[in-house]
């Protein structure tokens, strides 16, 4: 046994229980996936491998045994000379963790220097040693170059050879790939499983994607509210799980991986259109359906920032009361084109014409009327910086029914507690500060403003990225039912496929600020026709096991 | 949640309380009228005189009274005049950006460029020195100050998409900066006008001390120190008198406003928690 962790306790300082009771055993080699939404205590049962807690935090109880030695017995010294050295941490984000002062190669070989290992000659070979091991191009010369230099996967790759760099026996994996594109996640964990084998290492890896965890991970812990609710391999959680909750996280996830899980992928609910569509790739492709009466046109639509097209000549039309999904990676201009439609962004060139009249809408909103302004609403990825702190879910959700239609007193009261039902949100709630609500109420108060204004057409950006699953589940299930009450139609940006097909319509498909792929959703995902989207659909992580290697056989990243 | 004060805030606000009331009921209360001779130069406290005399004779504790309704009068007053002013200026600069920033800001940085003491120096050498030119001078000059504290705040709040939420509904400058820049800036803003009325009493105190500020008889803090600033030789406690009263009230209201900033910098909920 490298690690084992025994009743684990977890505290903040006002006394809330992060962690309770958590044990954990790891053998050389072996990779543990920790599971579950956030609030669950992965992140913190993973800092307290490393005897940390976050500031305001504290371990109040339990042993963690490195091999043999219980790290809270040791002294501050002695828990800085196992930091790092015996236990090393991978974080979310290597773009926060890095110093952008610094290059990589003073970084990655800091560690086994400051710790007395290795000289600093030692430290550099070791560094491009584990930048070859890596794939990193140029491994000779890779170090020399400074964080803002290198790409998001890159950069990821770089940590992980921080990580490794004084050979520790555990590695503490954050959510290594949460915050790449599909496509580089895959190449990132194919090169954090060849790490743990090159090296023997054994990891913690935490992730609250199942279909992730499945690919790199041993045996998987389900974790909610800081307790374990099961634990297994990770084909027995995939398949047979045991409890209530992981079986909920195992048919979400289902629900979402689209054409190659056979279950559970219901075709969509006929919209208010009349037009139902089948989201199932298997499903018949439902080629040309009835469209309503055109909402808004994009016309040749250009975004130039300098030099460069971050959106070149988009074409394409929003019918009323349907769903049109924007699909593209980090970089394929899909945000820049829903901020040139709302007009935060000025255009290029083309054009943008609004309703059954056509009328062109201005190019900045500072020259369209209210009423144009009224008719395309904004819901945002992050609603904590979407929502001012300070205004009431009261004073929020009245200010554009208010601003638009005039409601005052008792009307706007009304009007008010109208909306918190629509979204499904409590009545009570209607005094709180957006401090005070979870995630998934946040994001429900801003479906109910952009609703306050009775809108024709919703723009949705990354609308579920930055919740739990479950929690996204649930925001995409409520504007589906928004859509059917009120004939609402969605601009639907975004990243992640599998709610694509669940809730759209028609689909377009961005890469490089270009459309490479416009239609019907089923046909676009259906018969992708386009090598790259044939690609991204092929790197949406699958719930089986073994998936990951499949694809890198497939793909020859494997020797 | 009703916390109570702490202690630091709690004396904070007595010796504010108690200078304020002192200098409002001054007229009542005094022992003696403003400008009375009621003895020697520099007699030492006493019976008749709590504090003693002053350099012509008059009673410290009745001057130092009538001294703090100019120096704390005023710097209330034009403290107000520079927070309204360079907080209004700075968040228009902010939230409209461009030319309008543009213009404001070099304006501004022209004013910063010089010392703020030779500034008014000049105003008041040229205009003469009253109570309504002192404000005003006073007033524009630390108004440079606290523009740039909210333009930078007020920056980084309009950057959010809160506030991208209401530009894109239709509203005007005076809802955005109002209602959703200004709640937001607040504990900043409050800690600079803290600031601010400290600054300002020393500069009028520094005005006096010069000989610019309130003019003979009137008393002011800042001129009784330079009145009695020669009894220092004599080993006398004078001079101090006045110049404590200034620490004091500087004092004190620093800490009311460490009170003020950890209410409104207290998490609004459970989410800092975590």
């Known amino acids: ?24 055993e790891l053998a050389r080699g072996e990779v543990l996936g920790l599971i579950g939404e956030s609030g669950a205590g992965k992140s913190t049962i993973g800092l307290a491998a490393l005897t940390f807690a976050r500031p305001g935090c504290c371990i109040t109880g339990g042993r963690i045994v490195l091999k043999g030695t219980d790290l809270r017995m040791l002294d501050a010294d002695g828990r800085s000379r196992a930091r790092g050295v015996r236990v090393a941490y991978v974080a979310q984000s290597a773009a926060a963790a890095f110093n952008p002062a610094m290059t990589l190669l003073d970084q990655v070989g800091e560690g086994p220097v400051r710790h007395g290992l290795m000289s600093r000659a030692q430290a550099r070979q070791r560094a ?22 290198v790409s998001g996967g890159q950069l990821q790759r770089a940590m992980a050879a921080m990580a490794i760099s004084c050979s520790p026996d555990v590695l503490v994996l954050d959510e290594p790939t949460t915050a790449l594109d599909v496509t580089t996640q895959i190449e990132m964990l194919a090169h954090l499983k060849k790490l743990i084998l090159l090296y023997g290492t054994a990891a913690l ?12 991970a041993d045996r998987i812990m389900v974790l909610r509210h800081g307790k374990t609710l099961e634990v297994g391999t990770a084909t027995q959680i995939l398949t047979a799980p045991r409890t209530e909750y992981a079986r909920a996280l195992v048919a979400e996830r289902k629900a979402a991986g689209g054409s190659s899980t056979e279950s559970s992928n219901k075709p969509n609910p006929d919209s208010a259109s009349g037009a139902g569509v089948q989201s199932d790739a298997g499903s018949e492709p439902a080629s040309e359906r009835e469209r309503g009466e055109p909402l808004l046109a994009i016309e040749d639509l250009t975004v130039r920032f300098g030099d460069r097209d971050v959106v070149k000549a988009a074409r394409f039309t929003v019918s009323k009361g349907e769903t049109v999904a924007v699909v593209g990676e980090s970089g394929s201009g899909k945000t820049t084109l829903a901020l040139a439609i709302c007009g935060q962004v000025a255009p290029h060139s083309g054009t943008l014409r609004l309703g059954a009249t056509r009328t062109p809408l201005a190019a900045r909103y500072s020259g369209r009327s209210r009423e144009e302004l009224r008719r395309i609403q904004l819901v945002f990825q992050l609603p904590d910086v979407a929502l001012n702190p300070r205004h009431t879910v009261e004073a929020i959700i009245g200010r554009p029914a208010t601003f638009y239609f005039g409601l005052r007193g008792a009307a706007l009261q009304a009007r008010v507690a109208e909306l918190l039902a629509a979204v499904g949100l409590d009545a009570s709630l209607a005094g709180r500060l957006p401090g005070q609500l979870s995630g998934g109420q946040k994001q429900r108060v801003c479906i109910a403003r952009a609703l306050a204004a009775k809108p024709d057409l919703i723009i949705c950006d990354e609308v579920t990225s930055a919740l739990d699953p479950l929690v996204a589940e649930e925001i995409l299930k409520l504007l589906r039912r928004l859509q059917e009450e009120l004939g609402l139609a969605y ?25 490479v792929a416009e239609g019907p959703a089923a046909e676009v995902f259906g018969q992708p026709s386009h090598p790259y989207l044939i690609k991204l659909l092929a790197s949406v992580p699958e719930l089986r096991v073994g998936w990951l290697d499949e694809i890198l056989k497939e793909r020859g990243l494997i020797k | 949640m009703r916390v109570r004060p702490p202690a630091s805030a709690l004396i904070g606000a007595a010796i504010v309380i108690v200078m304020v009331a ?14 009375q001779f009621i003895g020697g130069v520099w007699d030492p406290p006493g019976a008749t005189s709590w504090l003693g005399t002053d350099n012509l004779g008059r009673d410290m504790l009745t001057r130092l009274m009538y001294g703090g309704r100019n120096t704390v009068g005023i710097a209330a007053v034009t403290t107000t005049i520079a927070v309204i002013l360079g907080t209004a200026l700075g968040f228009v600069a902010a939230t409209v950006g461009g030319w309008v920033d543009n213009i404001l800001s070099r304006c501004i940085d022209i004013l910063l460029s010089i010392p703020v003491l030779i500034s008014a120096l000049m105003v008041l050498s040229v205009l003469g020195s009253s109570v309504a030119v002192l404000i005003g001078t006073i007033g524009i000059l630390e108004a440079t100050r606290v523009y740039l504290v909210a333009r930078a705040v007020a920056r980084g709040i309009a950057l959010q998409e809160f506030v991208a939420v ?4 239709g509203e005007g400058l005076a809802w955005i900066v109002g209602r959703e820049i200004l709640p937001n800036a607040l504990p900043p803003l409050i800690a600079e006008a803290g600031l601010r009325f400290c600054f300002v009493v020393l500069f009028i105190a520094s005005l006096g ?45 620093n800490l009311i406003v460490d009170w003020l900033l950890s209410i409104y910098a207290r998490p609004s909920g459970h989410a800092l928690e975590l």
Do not use: C, K
């Open chain 1, 1 to 24: 046994m490298v690690l084992r962790v025994e009743a684990l306790r977890v505290e903040t300082r006002s006394g809330a229980v992060l962690v309770d009771g958590v044990d954990l």
């Open chain 1, 128 to 149: 491009i040693e584990a930048f070859r091991a890596l794939d990193l191009p140029d491994a000779e010369h890779f170090g020399a170059r400074y964080p803002h230099q």
């Open chain 1, 205 to 216: 890896y935490i992730s609250h994607d199942l279909a992730v965890v499945a690919q790199i």
């Open chain 1, 491 to 515: 601009l639907f940006i975004t990243h992640d496929l599998g709610s694509v097909r669940r809730i759209s319509h028609r689909a377009v498909v961005m890469l490089q600020g270009e459309i």
């Open chain 2, 22 to 35: 002192a200098i409002i009921l001054a007229p009542w209360i005094a022992p003696y009228a403003e400008s």
């Open chain 2, 166 to 169: 209401a530009r894109l509904r």
């Open chain 2, 209 to 253: 001390f010069l000989g610019l500020g309130i003019q003979p008889p009137a008393a002011d803090w800042g001129s009784m120190v330079r009145e009695n600033a020669q009894a220092i030789n004599f080993a006398l406690l004078a001079p101090l008198y006045p110049a404590a009263a200034i620490a004091a009230l500087t004092i004190g209201v």
